[in-house]
């Protein structure tokens, strides 16, 4: 375990050779676990201001999935099946015990997925910006939009700017222009724009862009 962070603890938990890193915030005694789940092209902190509230009263966890923020970027299996291990996996090793599973977006169908698959490991659901469906063109309308993006990003100013200015543009950019480390210090840029410049992959499950 690294070093506590803005109220939070780093946590890697590694499955398959594949590292997901993960944000701890550990609330108090008799606390509701939740674990958060970003969506694509996300990352962990996103859920910072949430996670924040919600504690002490509830341990959280929120981590980056596979092939975003921290966690490895490149990893051989990036199907819904391994998402969904990923979840589980995460739950079972910090010993979140039938956590609220809570998914936006991508995560919200991985979220859906874990749920379906695994009814007793959960104590409950939240889906944001998520349903349950499934559209053949959603695939190339999100991968068209990523190759829309202007990377790689010239600096953090750029990207929180892109991505809409304010917290939600700030949040995005610190997953995309060089996330924190616990010292404050720029930390070397870990995303698509570094390891796929121009070109990030379209995702393949049925959910709807962002």
């Known amino acids: 375990m690294g070093e506590r962070v803005a109220g939070w603890d780093p946590r890697t938990v590694v499955r398959e050779g594949v590292e997901l890193h993960c944000r701890d915030w550990a609330g108090g005694p008799g606390a509701r676990p939740v674990l958060l789940l970003h969506g694509l092209a996300g990352h962990a902190g996103e859920w910072d201001a949430l996670a924040g509230a919600l ?25 819904r099946a391994a998402y969904v291990a990923d979840a589980l996996a995460v739950a079972d090793r910090l010993g979140l015990e039938r956590p609220l599973l809570v998914g936006q977006s991508l995560g919200g169908h991985t979220a859906l997925l ?15 910006e998520a349903a ?18 202007p990377l790689p990003f010239p600096d953090r100013a750029a990207a929180v700017a892109f991505f809409g200015g304010g917290p939600v543009g700030a949040a995005w950019a610190d997953g995309w222009s060089g996330a924190r480390t616990a010292g404050g210090r720029a930390s070397t ?11 990030p992959p379209a995702t393949t499950g049925p959910t709807g862009p962002r």
């Open 189 to 199: 840029p870990r995303c698509w724009s570094t390891r796929w410049p121009g070109s």
């Open 132 to 149: 349950a469906g499934r559209n053949a063109d959603v695939p190339e309308q999100i991968g068209g939009m990523l190759r829309g993006w």
């Open 55 to 79: 504690a002490p009263r509830h341990r959280v966890v929120a981590f980056d999935q596979r092939g975003h923020g921290r966690s490895t970027r490149r990893p051989a299996d990036v199907g």
């Open 114 to 128: 874990a749920a379906a698959a695994h009814p007793g490991r959960f104590g409950g659901l939240v889906l944001v």
